[in-house]
């Protein structure tokens, strides 16, 4: 859907609107279906209850002030910051601190559990720290070769 007949808008508090062809206004929030192995694919455009209000399949179909809307939107709701480089681990035991790289700076995390690395795909995996924070590998072959060496002893 490429919003025809809708408008969408910020308002003065800064939450995004909808308006329907029945000029029904609606404060909205963006979700993505598939954040991480499609994140510009499906997003869904729900209400304050989670009701559907609209269906979005592509971001890059939509014209570029409401995809902006939308995009400055997830961005702002959601933290999954994506590890480049593993610099170091504390230890191959768990719990183990680790210290990396994110595309958001350098942080450092504690590992819990072994079980806190999910594979997502062949080269994917997501991590979460003891916090509940989500740190994504896209793609562990990308990785340098220490990282990967580190992340090994953990798989």
Not at 45 to 68: I, K, M, N, S
Not at 78 to 83: F, N, S
Request: overall charge negative; charged content about 30%.
């Amino acid at each position: 859907m490429n919003l025809p007949g809708y408008e969408l808008y910020r308002n003065a508090f800064g939450r995004l609107v909808l308006v329907d062809k029945d000029h029904r206004c609606e404060e909205v929030i963006p979700v993505r279906a598939f954040p991480i192995t499609a994140p510009d694919h499906g997003v869904a455009l729900v209400d304050a209850h989670g009701h559907e209000l609209a269906w979005v399949e592509r971001l890059d179909a939509l014209p570029e002030a409401y995809r902006a809307l939308i995009e400055e939107e997830l961005t702002s709701r959601e933290l999954m910051p994506e590890i480049q480089c593993i610099e170091k681990v504390s230890s191959f035991a768990t719990p183990s601190r680790w210290w990396v790289k994110t595309d958001r700076g350098e942080t450092a995390f504690v590992l819990k559990g072994e079980e806190d690395i999910r594979r997502l795909s062949l080269e994917a995996l997501l991590i979460t720290d003891s916090h509940g924070i989500h740190f994504l590998i896209r793609d562990r072959s990308l990785l340098d070769r220490h990282s990967r060496k580190l992340l090994d002893q953990f798989l």
